[in-house]
């Protein structure tokens, strides 16, 4: 392998993951690359547009998948440095420490983790101090311990999500303040870049204001000498010695052309699915079920966000701009009525009409819940 295709580290990705490694490995001294399937995401007016985000999938990868069936659909993935950290919603929690633990649902007994919430507990504070992140620790009444607390205050509840807070409070409930990696300097509103905008939980920041992996991480860590990054590199295999035990060569696509690069250390932190693919696509007759995979598990057991969101209607204006300031885990565990777990309450970003409208999939019968959703936004766009 030529010296110029050799480093220390490669890191697969620059996402949370792949970012955040880079950010705290820059500084050694040692050679690394950075590969990263996308490009730079674009900054421009398009960042804050609903129609061009949600309806017309401007910036979400252009690939399809199968499904289990055999059937194509379009995920909802982001190709860019920074990874999906470009268009996520900046809440940052950590686990909570029982979640560690063998935890029974009501389909069944998720197993405990081979390690647990003390062993990682070092790394969420270095994390949250890192990524920015706004919020205090103490108040979420199940929250775990914390070492340190958050080197930024809470975000503050604009009017509407205050009144929120407080009623909330009356009934018994327990809020807390969301945590949010944002870089916004409230008491300093000239200094600040985040502008508390409409336009932050699914879409790109304009003013580079989210605590994303590209800004915290990748591109502090491209000012150091040793590390280079290279985009538009898909990675299609990993090649192994004969012994299984060490990975010789990292299989690369750059527009169109076939590469190949090396290195001592090889770091996968393309996601969570595309790392699966890579190491099953990796297989060899060392290792037939690909890569770090002798428990046949890589790739199985796979969860995303299991979630619902509600739309509530009131006879009274929400003003509200930024609105993902609140969240309530007082049903995480289980509640006097349900003994298994419930999960975590957040507030959405603000959403509007393009919004909504990308998420109707009405059906072909003309009275079908979709068709009378679509009816009642065409009446909310008329009224606004």
Same mark, same amino acid.
């Given at each position: ?11 697969? !990705? ?42 017309? /999938? ?24 920074? !990874? ?12 909570? &420490? ?24 070092p790394y969420y504070t270095k994390a949250e ?10 108040? $979420? ?9 958050? *080197? ?18 009356? +009934? ?25 905008? /409409? ?45 299984? *035990?060490?990975?010789? &060569? ?11 690069? =090396? ?5 996968? @932190? ?11 696509? =990796? ?11 002798? =428990? $046949? ?5 796979? +969860? ?25 885990? $007082? ?37 079908? $819940?979709?068709?009378a959703f679509s009816r009642l936004l065409a009446?909310?766009?008329? @009224?606004?």
């Amino acid at each position: 392998m030529a010296s110029d295709h050799h480093y220390d580290v490669i890191i697969i !990705g620059t996402g949370a993951g792949g970012g955040t490694l880079a950010h705290h490995i820059a500084p050694s001294g040692k050679r690394i690359l950075l590969l990263e399937r996308g490009g730079y995401l674009p900054r421009e007016k398009d960042n804050w547009d609903s129609r061009s985000v949600f309806i017309d /999938n401007r910036y979400k990868a252009a690939c399809t998948w199968e499904d289990k069936e055999g059937k194509t659909f379009h995920p909802g993935i982001h190709y860019y440095v920074g !990874g999906n950290t470009k268009v996520y919603g900046a809440a940052l929690l950590r686990f909570r &420490k029982e979640d560690f633990g063998a935890i029974r649902h009501h389909g069944g007994v998720s197993p405990a983790w081979p390690i647990t919430y003390d062993d990682l507990e070092p790394y969420y504070t270095k994390a949250e101090h890192l990524y920015q992140v706004h919020g205090e620790h103490g108040i $979420d009444p199940i929250g775990p311990p914390a070492s340190a607390q958050y *080197r930024y205050p809470p975000v503050s509840h604009e009017p509407r999500i205050q009144e929120l807070h407080d009623d909330l409070k009356r +009934m018994g409930h327990r809020p807390f303040p969301l945590p949010l990696g944002i870089r916004l300097h409230e008491d300093r509103r000239e200094a600040s870049l985040c502008i508390r905008c /409409n336009t932050c939980d699914g879409y790109p920041c304009l003013v580079n204001a989210k605590s994303d992996a590209q800004i915290t991480c990748v591109d502090p860590a491209l000012t150091y000498p040793t590390v280079t990054l290279l985009t538009h590199a898909y990675v299609s295999r990993l090649e192994v010695s004969p012994s299984g *035990r060490e990975i010789t &060569k990292v299989r690369v696509t750059r527009h169109g052309v076939p590469e190949e690069y =090396s290195a001592g250390i090889v770091g996968v @932190s393309c996601g969570a699915i595309n790392s699966a693919a890579l190491l099953l696509q =990796s297989a060899n007759d060392k290792h037939p079920n690909g890569l770090a995979n002798s =428990s $046949d598990t890589v790739g199985r057991f796979y +969860m995303c966000h299991n979630n619902s969101a509600l739309l509530a209607l009131s006879r009274h204006p929400n003003p509200t701009v930024f609105q993902k300031t609140l969240a309530i885990n $007082d049903f995480y565990f289980c509640t006097d009525d349900w003994d298994y777990p419930l999960g975590h309450i957040q507030m959405l970003g603000k959403s509007d009409l393009e919004q909504l409208r990308s998420g109707v999939r009405p059906r072909n019968n003309a009275g079908s $819940d979709g068709q009378a959703f679509s009816r009642l936004l065409a009446d909310l766009g008329r @009224s606004t």
